[in-house]
Structures are given as structure tokens and as C-alpha cells.
T-cell receptor, first 113, second 122 residues
Framework: DAKTTQPPSMDCAEGRAANLPCNHS???????VYWYRQIHSQGPQYIIH?????ETNEMASLIITEDRKSSTLILPHATLRDTAVYYCIVRAINAGNNRKLIWGLGTSLGVNP | NAGVTQTPKFQVLKTGQSMTLQCAQDMNHNSMYWYRQDPGMGLRLIYY???????DKGEVPNGYNVSRLNKREFSLRLESAAPSQTSVYFC?????????????????????FGEGSRLTVL
């Protein structure tokens, strides 16, 4: 599975959109982009994933560039409860064991009142 | 709907003691995983189980053993704990992959995590 690069930290004002970038320049054609977040002392939580088209769910939107070498997770109206570490991961949908899944350190998002 | 349940949440051991971390999921997932998380490092896979009755090593298996008792349960055992095993341990299960829709995106394949077990070895 390809490695991803994320900024170590970001800040966002409460109520504003939080845009978290991720670079995955070595992504393969069969690899999806997954986003998770980890609120302090809790287990990581799945947010969203996509292959090549933009995706939206009740939590966030995922924008993937046309060349698929980068993506952006958008939290449209950040709240204090969105303060967490956000992980961007790429993996093949049928990778099976997640053995080579590389988590990295993610982006620590601080939402300020 | 409990999801993934881990026990215990906290444990303090002395060097050389043994213990077992328990994990159970109620989502009928085939795949289950044990990760450890240390400060300044990402999640690292210890062991995984692709299905009931099978287990395999991950990135950092040394000092650990696992047992997939049935489809629901996947336990992690430390036979002789060492201070280097002080960490937060997460169990996870994975939804079986399937593809839906015309966009090519899949609705599953994501990992579901437990709340973690914080282990300190003195």
C-alpha cells in the first residue's frame, strides 16, 4: 500500500470549514483513499473513502484530484467535537489483511471557539 | 449495537507477568486485527486474522501470541511482559468488501476499532 503525507497540525475556527490535505503521489490504480479520525484516547473512527470521484456523507466530503495524487477531506462546519487526529490512508479494496497498511502520524486538527 | 469491545481498558503489569487482552465484535466480520499505538508512531499491526481459525503475523509480532477463538473473538496474549510492551492496544474488525454503485466506490472495507486497552509494564 502506498504511503501518504499529511501536515502534522492544523487549526480551524469553530463553524468554519476545515480542509485537511493529503498527498499520495504513489497511489496505484486499484487503491482507495480512506480517512479516519481519532479523538483523544479513543479508537480510530472511519469517516469516508473514495476511489476517483468526490464523495460526501453525513460526516464529511472527500475531494480527490483528477490525477489521484492528492485529496482533501472537508469538514463543512467544524465543531469543537471535531478536534482529533485525522489519518489519510490508501489501500486496495481487496487487500485482505491490511498487513502493509501504513498509518503515519496524521494531522492533528484543533478547532478553536 | 456494541461494535468492537475490548477488555480490560487499563492494566498494570510487572516485567515477566503474563496477561491476555480480550476482543469481541458483534458485526459478523471475518477479519480481525490487533494494533499497538505508541507516542510519536502510527498504529502498527501486531497480528491479524482473516477468518475463524486463521492467524498471521503483522509488522511487530514478537512477544505476542493470538488466538481466534471463534468468529466473534480474537485475543492477544503477552506471555512474559516487557517494559517495551507498554502501549495502547487496539482491536479492530473489518467489514467484508463489496462494491456498490456506478462511481466505483465501495461501501465497505473500513476498519471498526475498539476503545483501546492501555497497558503499562513496570
Amino acid at each position: 500500500d502506498a504511503k501518504t503525507t499529511q501536515p502534522p497540525s492544523m487549526d480551524c475556527a469553530e463553524g468554519r470549514a476545515a480542509n485537511l490535505p493529503c498527498n499520495h503521489s504513489t497511489i496505484s490504480g486499484n487503491e482507495y483513499v480512506y480517512w479516519y479520525r481519532q479523538i483523544h484516547s479513543q479508537g480510530p473512527q472511519y469517516i469516508i473513502h473514495g476511489l476517483k470521484n468526490n464523495e460526501t456523507n453525513e460526516m464529511a466530503s472527500l475531494i480527490i484530484t483528477e490525477d489521484r495524487k492528492s485529496s482533501t477531506l472537508i469538514l463543512p462546519h467544524a465543531t469543537l467535537r471535531d478536534t482529533a487526529v485525522y489519518y489519510c490512508i490508501v489501500r486496495a479494496i481487496n487487500a485482505g489483511n491490511n498487513r502493509k497498511l501504513i498509518w503515519g502520524l496524521g494531522t492533528s486538527l484543533g478547532v478553536n471557539p | 449495537n456494541a461494535g468492537v469491545t475490548q477488555t480490560p481498558k487499563f492494566q498494570v503489569l510487572k516485567t515477566g507477568q503474563s496477561m491476555t487482552l480480550q476482543c469481541a465484535q458483534d458485526m459478523n466480520h471475518n477479519s480481525m486485527y490487533w494494533y499497538r499505538q505508541d507516542p510519536g508512531m502510527g498504529l502498527r499491526l501486531i497480528y491479524y486474522s482473516a477468518s475463524e481459525g486463521t492467524t498471521d503475523k503483522g509488522e511487530v509480532p514478537n512477544g505476542y501470541n493470538v488466538s481466534r477463538l471463534n468468529k466473534r473473538e480474537f485475543s492477544l496474549r503477552l506471555e512474559s511482559a516487557a517494559p517495551s510492551q507498554t502501549s495502547v492496544y487496539f482491536c479492530a474488525s473489518r467489514a467484508d468488501s463489496r462494491t456498490t454503485g456506478t462511481s466505483g466506490s465501495s461501501n465497505t472495507g473500513e476498519l471498526f476499532f475498539g476503545e483501546g486497552s492501555r497497558l503499562t509494564v513496570l
